[in-house]
């Protein structure tokens, strides 16, 4: 199995900080790269696809990059609504897996 | 627009089944997409359990693949979930999901899958 970490496990930030959490994977995933956010008791949301494709409708505060093993999802102004939790998925291979979340909390 | 929701017991005994339905509304399950179930145990990660297509292939996570079964029914427009011999550790949220894919334009060559889909989740505890 491809074994996803992700960095931090939490931070805590102020609206309007750059905030970026960090996923590698165990081995090379290319850009198979997928971006998730949960808020408590809802289910995930997709941000990104394809490592740095804006899935419809999620603002452009937003962006994704990497390719090969690291990846980074980057809020560019954190708003009140993304205190969440973020996870990476990569899709390059089933089993699918998952990071073990990052939370984005209040400073 | 596409929905889907989630339904079954919400208490199952120790080595007990835990048997799961997720309706798809608002469109048809037989198209190319893939449908997947994902568990979530409190206060944790999020766990891939296995994934079917319309015709009724499937691929399962190895670890949980000889007590898990996914089915499809079109008739109903629904797909199942079934998980044997439960135990404590498979409390959980249980999550059902549509696996939808983008082919990448030239030069570059890749279909990628993403969960772009997702039912509300229903707490399934394992509990006597």
């Known amino acids: 199995d491809i074994q996803m970490t992700q960095s931090p496990s939490s931070l805590s930030a102020s609206v309007g900080d750059r905030v970026t959490v960090t996923c590698r994977a165990s081995?090379?995933?290319?850009?198979?790269l997928n971006w998730y956010q949960q808020k408590p008791g809802k289910a995930p949301k997709l941000l990104i696809y394809?490592?740095?494709s804006l899935q419809s409708g999620v603002p452009s505060r937003f962006s994704g990059s990497g390719s090969g093993t690291d990846f980074t999802l980057t809020i560019s102004s954190l708003q009140p609504e993304d205190f969440a939790a973020y996870f990476c998925q990569q899709s390059y291979t089933t089993p699918r897996t998952f990071g073990q979340g990052t939370k984005v909390e209040i400073k | 627009q596409v929905q889907l929701q989630e339904s079954g017991p919400g208490l199952v005994k120790p080595s007990g089944t835990l048997s799961l339905t997720c309706a798809v509304s608002?469109?048809?399950?037989?198209?190319?997409?893939?449908w997947s179930w994902v568990r979530q145990p409190p206060g944790k990660g999020l766990e891939w359990i296995g994934e079917i297509h319309y015709s009724g292939t499937t691929n399962y996570c190895p670890s949980l693949k000889s007590r898990v079964t996914i089915s499809v029914d079109k008739s109903k427009n629904q797909f199942s979930l079934k998980l044997t011999s439960v135990t404590a550790a498979d409390t959980a949220v249980y999550f059902c999901?549509?696996?939808?894919?983008?082919?990448?334009?030239?030069?570059?060559?890749?279909?990628?899958?993403?969960?772009?889909?997702w039912g509300r989740g229903t707490l399934v505890t394992v509990s006597a």
């Open positions: 394809a490592a740095s």
């Open positions: 999901a549509r696996l939808n894919d983008w082919a990448s334009p030239p030069p570059s060559i890749g279909t990628y899958w993403y969960f772009d889909l």
């Open positions: 081995q090379s995933i290319n850009n198979y």
């Open positions: 608002g469109g048809s399950i037989s198209t190319t997409h893939w």
